[in-house]
Nanobody, 121 residues
């Protein structure tokens, strides 16, 4: 059974940084593309960033380019989201997702439970 467990969320002041982690188990992690999504109150879940199985290609939503960075460590079965220059619009529940096709762009079929990020202004 695939399990994705996010950690690292919390309360941060505007302009601050956080690093989210997602530990994966029950899958061959190095074959999976991975992604991060977020959902703010009253809004739909939104794609934030994705990374291919080998970490060589990444994708980002326009709203986070230059501020958020996705990375992975296949030896640790973990994907990260480094978030810098945070603002109030980044407040949301952040979800980790797995894509068995390996691309980490659009075909996600495994999900974590989410971690809350709150940015205070």
């Amino acid at each position: 059974q695939v399990q994705l467990v996010e950690s690292g969320g919390g309360l941060v002041q505007a302009g601050g940084s956080l690093r989210l982690s997602c530990a994966a188990s029950g899958l061959t992690f190095s074959n999976y593309g991975m992604g991060w999504f977020r959902q703010a109150p009253g809004k739909e879940r939104q794609f934030v960033a994705g990374i291919t199985w080998n970490g060589r290609t990444t994708w980002y939503a326009d709203s986070v380019k230059g501020r958020l960075t996705i990375s992975r460590d296949n030896a640790k079965n973990t994907v990260y989201l480094q978030m810098n220059s945070l603002n109030a619009e980044d407040t949301a529940v952040y979800y980790c997702a797995g894509d068995r096709t390996g691309w980490g762009k659009s075909t996600f079929d495994s999900w974590g439970q989410g971690t809350q990020v709150t940015v205070s202004s």
